[in-house]
């Protein structure tokens, strides 16, 4: 999978980056995280909106290329604050359309309900826009996964359009940078 964020359009990002919410916090995948990711991606459950559990073969090659891009790329850990616990994951990546970039994640379902997603995902929107200068974000997500849409909504993303892909039809939110980067017109004056 090639990135979007190779070269200097990542570079604004200084590593480790260990971003705090009240019960969770996002830091770099590690190794000790492979079992944990294993388990994320061959669980029906975890994935019964996300095209369903992959086999161990795969999962395995997916964690060890997350686990080897996250020292550089946007591939968080969501870890619990106090015993360093791998909880799930977040990620930003080239959407399917690959003019957008989104948010991504999962959470391990011993961890289901208790706002993780909602601070993990609040931390990583910060970070796309306050580290990485985004103008946006966007998350796509089946309509009848409604715990997901109310997550959206709950951190501030609005339904933008449905789709109808994978067999299924899909919502995309999306969700703009409160403090877009200035640009400078070239030859603009100040006063025009």
Known sequence: MNS????????????PVKIMAHNCHLD????DDLSALIELFTCPRARQYLGGPITKQLAT???HDWIKRSSAEPIWAIRALLNQT????VILDKHHDESDI????????????????TQAL????????????????????QAKNLKSTALLERIGMNEER???RFGEEQIIFSLHNPSPPMIEQVGASPLS
């Open 122 to 141: 609040t931390q990583a929107s910060r970070l796309a826009f306050f580290e990485l200068g985004l103008p946006r974000i966007i998350a796509e997500t």
């Open 102 to 117: 989104e948010i991504s994640y999962a959470l391990l379902t011993t961890y289901w309900g208790r706002g993780l997603a």
């Open 4 to 15: 979007i964020f190779q070269g200097d359009r990542f570079g604004a990002l200084q590593r």
């Open 86 to 89: 791998l909880l799930g994951y």
């Open 61 to 63: 090659q997916r964690s």
């Open 28 to 31: 770099s995948l590690t190794q």
């Open 162 to 164: 449905r789709v109808f």
